[in-house]
């Protein structure tokens, strides 16, 4: 789906598509000089890095195994609270492996911070991670984030995976979502 067909529903475009993509093979390139041996196992975590890793993936050049996460806070509400729950886990047998975890977005670091300690715990050799977005005002934990496509302010952003209400994954651009779209609902 292009911005155009939504015109009245976004604010503004943050990144176009082909922003997007020049962005990623940056990224890949670096990712690539960071891993000259074994390639890392690619982890999404589902839904929204499946645009991400879709095009990361065939961008790098290097044999990109991946294999996909679902995890969700306890309750509505918690999500701050930091604890996740696994709703589908690797298939994948990560000790001694190097993981590198694939996500559409940072926000208060609270996932990727549980992910990165439990692949460590797994026996993994290491965990980097690499996000398109991230929004450094909504940090609350401290995390490194090896490979960040773009910072950006806290606004409400659609597209490249990310949802409202899961619409508007399918978006090619990253946008600010109109604000009488959320204040309606
Ligand atoms: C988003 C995103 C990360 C998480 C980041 O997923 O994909 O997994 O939130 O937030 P945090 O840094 O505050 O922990 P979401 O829960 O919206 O699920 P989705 O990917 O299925 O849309």
């Given at each position: ?62 044999h990109?195994?991946?294999?996909w ?10 999500k701050?609270?930091g ?50 977005l ?52």
């Open positions: 789906m292009d911005s155009e067909q939504l015109s009245g529903e976004l604010a503004t475009i943050l990144y176009t598509e082909a922003q997007l993509k020049a962005r990623l093979e940056e990224l890949a390139r670096e990712i690539e000089a960071d891993y000259p041996g074994e390639p890392p196992l690619l982890v999404g975590v589902l839904k929204g890095a499946i645009m991400v890793m879709a095009d990361l993936s065939r961008e790098l050049r290097f990109a195994q991946m294999d996460m679902v995890v969700s806070s306890y309750g509505a509400g918690t701050s609270s604890v996740v729950r696994i709703l589908k886990d690797l298939d994948a047998d990560i000790t001694d492996r190097d993981v590198l975890i694939v996500e559409d977005i940072v926000e208060s670091g609270l996932t990727l911070s549980w992910l990165k300690e439990n692949f460590l715990s797994r026996g993994a050799r290491s965990v980097k991670i690499v996000t398109m991230r929004k450094p005002e909504l940090a609350k934990v401290e995390i490194t984030v090896d490979y960040v496509g773009y910072d950006i302010p806290p606004d409400f952003v659609v597209g490249y995976g990310l949802d409202y209400a899961e619409d508007y994954r399918n978006l090619r651009d990253v946008a600010v979502l109109a604000p009488h779209m959320y204040e309606k609902k």
